[in-house]
């Protein structure tokens, strides 16, 4: 079993619906992350947590909410669903700020 | 200036051959580095860290420049299973904010 694992893999939902990207982790790391892919945009950070009781936005948290219910689970709330949060979503888990970031396997959302 | 840049390529090249991708960061106060494989549609993996003295790890080595601020990335002998994109990824400074992603240089090695 992957060590980051997200749900769920790919999902088609419509514009104004709400929609939530759900992320578990058996790593023991204090540190999540949310990243959306673009092409040729690369990885953008949308929120990050370092702890249960840590939240922070990243660099394009608008249209986003996140919760973490533990310290394995963070999830991605998309409130009000549009066509442009049509990208490929991206969990990741750390120990510290000097240590690699883990992945999970990613969720490919498309909004119609 | 972004945080991160890299060099988008695509670089083509055969078989064999020696390639090398460059990566700038501005902030000097980094201290952590890292490079990153990213297959299409997949999530990104640690390739390898990169240590002030250079590291090698097969036909791996990754150098870092504090001076110019910039790592490398150097493949030799390339296999076509090296086709993939490379993300150059950076730490800030202190640690206590989430690694920098650079948005990548694709690679295709063709037989």
């Known amino acids: 079993d992957a060590d980051v694992t997200q749900t769920p893999r790919n999902r088609i939902t419509k514009t104004g619906k709400r929609i939530m990207l759900e992320c578990s982790q058996t790593k023991g790391h204090d540190r999540m992350y949310w990243y959306r892919q673009d092409p040729g945009l690369g990885l953008r950070l949308i929120y990050y947590s370092f702890d249960v009781k840590d939240i922070n936005k990243g660099e394009i948290s608008d249209g986003y909410s996140v919760s973490r219910q533990a310290q394995a689970k963070f999830s991605l709330s998309l409130e009000s669903a549009i066509p442009n949060q049509t990208a490929l979503y991206f969990c990741a888990t750390s120990e510290g700020g000097h240590t690699e970031a883990f992945f999970g396997q990613g969720t490919r959302l498309t909004v119609v | 200036r972004k945080e991160v840049e890299q060099d988008p390529g695509p670089f083509n090249v055969p078989e064999g051959a020696t390639v090398a991708f460059n990566c700038t960061y501005s902030n000097s106060a980094s201290q952590s580095f890292f490079w990153y494989r990213q297959d299409c549609r997949k999530e990104p993996k640690l390739l390898m860290s990169?240590?002030?003295s250079g590291n090698e790890d097969g036909r791996f080595t990754a150098q870092l420049n504090r001076a110019s601020q910039y790592i490398s990335l150097l493949i030799r002998d390339s296999k076509l299973s090296d086709s993939a994109t490379y993300l150059c990824?950076?730490?800030?400074?202190?640690?206590?904010?989430?690694?920098?992603f650079g948005k990548g240089t694709r690679l295709s090695v063709i037989a």
């Open positions: 990169v240590y002030s």
């Open positions: 990824v950076v730490n800030r400074n202190s640690g206590n904010t989430p690694l920098v």
